[in-house]
């Protein structure tokens, strides 16, 4: 069975809505970023600090070309994945790529809200994610399928994932 994979811009709710699908399918949940801080030992904003961007998006590299080859999994990703094609390729080959997508406004009501966030750590943070969401868009919509969650909790969101996947085929059964 293919994976289920969220991608998307920061704050569209990956984690929480992947958490709650895996729940429904009775799947196994990883969560990239926080795999990336089990393994480390440090918060994805120490290793910006420390290492710097580069250094982190290796090793999201790392911990893909592993993840990826695992079956029956949903996985959430951290919103920069797309900026590497090989990411892409990989998590494509092995799984159905979710596009989660919310309003600006939503991305930095939710983003102010929630933990630190270091591409956010900046002067002007509207001007800052309306930069990157502006950059990473087109590569965001390559996804198999896309959501906007702007007006959506979790919960209804995971529904409408259950619904897209099922009206294509990649589900069966009960959930």
């Known amino acids: 069975m293919k994976n289920i994979v969220l991608i998307g811009f920061m704050g569209t709710g990956k984690t929480s809505t992947g958490r709650l699908l895996a729940g429904r399918l009775n799947r196994p949940f990883i969560d990239i970023d926080k795999k990336i801080e089990q393994e480390t030992g440090l918060s994805i904003s120490d290793i910006f600090q420390l290492y710097g961007e580069d250094h982190f998006r290796q090793l999201e590299r790392e911990v893909i070309s592993r993840v990826a080859r695992y079956t029956n999994t949903v996985i959430a990703t951290g919103g920069g994945v797309v900026l590497k094609q090989e990411n892409m390729i990989r ?84 959930s």
């Open 91 to 174: 998590l494509k080959n092995t799984g159905i790529i979710v596009s989660l997508t919310a309003s600006l406004e939503t991305i930095l009501e939710r983003t102010s809200r929630r933990g630190v966030r270091p591409l956010l750590d900046c002067e002007d943070r509207a001007e800052r994610v309306a930069k990157l969401f502006h950059d990473r868009a087109n590569l965001y919509m390559k996804a198999d399928y896309t959501l906007d969650t702007t007006c959506m909790p979790p919960h209804q969101v995971t529904e409408k994932i259950i619904a897209l996947l099922r009206e294509g085929g990649h589900l069966r059964g009960r």
